[in-house]
């Protein structure tokens, strides 16, 4: 059976569906949105589908490379964002959490990484790889969802201080960036945080060792608590917020990549 078919049908149907949202964008029809809300659906299950067989076909985790874990966020962010967009009516993010998405899948589709499914170093051979991973993912992608809602709530406070309308409303935008940070930050703390250090343990025996990945997750972490700290217990909101969100986003990202191409530790083989 070719995965690639599935990995490929799921990355054409997300193309198809940002082409949806952006159309309700411009048109403001409400049946577009839904549309496309309901393609990136069928995406993510035949997404579903292909990461099950990638899993049996290669007998560890489907996201033990940079091609696998790039496919794995990409499917974590179009959940992410279904849940927040269900839980929340608000679809006008979609056009842009969808580009995410698709440029997710292209570099993972791009020859700059290997689709081989490769053996297991020992170190990888473990259940915990399943935890940490899998749930530092699905923390991101909901940082990948505030990324969005706070880069266009900047937006919107740009147009606000010009005079200029704009359909989209600043005070929602900060709400859904809060509630999907509240969402992440748990789940990136467990992941991250918690599974990483009792597979650090087992592995290597230690629970920290200052590792690269470790001290730059560790930021990340920090960036995030700074966000709901200052939401929760200073009372910010909008701008300062929206600026932190966009950083922690921006950190986690270099923390996923930069780590990995720039600076050599532990977690190097991934």
Same mark, same amino acid.
């Given at each position: 059976?070719?995965? $690639? *078919?599935? =990995?490929? !049908? $799921? =990355? *054409? @149907?997300?193309? *198809?569906?940002?082409?949806?949202?952006? !159309?309700?964008? =411009? $048109?403001?029809?409400?049946?577009?949105?839904? @549309?496309? $809300?309901?393609?990136?659906?069928?995406? *993510?299950i035949i997404h579903t589908l292909a990461l099950i067989l990638r899993t049996f076909q290669s007998g560890h985790a489907p996201f033990t490379n940079m091609y696998e874990s790039l496919s794995f966020l990409a499917w974590s962010s179009v959940l992410a964002y279904l849940i927040v967009e269900k839980k929340y009516a608000f679809k006008k993010a979609g056009p842009f959490l969808m580009l995410i998405v698709i440029a997710l899948m292209a570099l993972a589709s791009s020859p700059l990484m290997s689709s081989e499914a490769t053996p297991l170093v020992p170190a990888l051979q473990s259940y915990w790889l399943w935890l940490h991973v899998s749930v530092t993912l699905l923390g991101e992608a909901f940082f990948a969802v505030a990324f969005v809602t706070s880069i266009l709530y900047l937006y919107v406070r740009s147009k606000d201080k010009r005079g200029a309308s704009s359909p989209l409303s600043a005070q929602k935008l900060d709400f859904i960036s809060y509630r999907a940070i509240a969402l992440g930050f748990p789940l990136f703390t467990l992941g991250g945080l918690v599974f990483g250090m009792i597979w650090a343990y087992k592995a290597w025996g230690s629970y920290w060792s200052w590792d690269p990945k470790e001290t730059w997750t560790l930021i990340t972490w920090f960036v995030f608590a700074l966000y709901l700290h200052t939401r929760i217990v200073w009372r910010w909101r909008g701008f300062r917020s929206a600026l932190i969100a966009v950083l922690g986003f921006l950190t986690a990202m270099f923390t996923y990549f930069g780590v990995n191409y720039l600076i050599t530790g532990l977690h190097s083989y991934t």
């Open positions: 059976m070719n995965i $690639s *078919l599935y =990995f490929l !049908g $799921s =990355f *054409l @149907i997300y193309i *198809l569906s940002t082409a949806f949202y952006y !159309g309700y964008l =411009f $048109s403001q029809k409400n049946k577009l949105a839904r @549309i496309g $809300s309901a393609t990136a659906g069928v995406g *993510l």
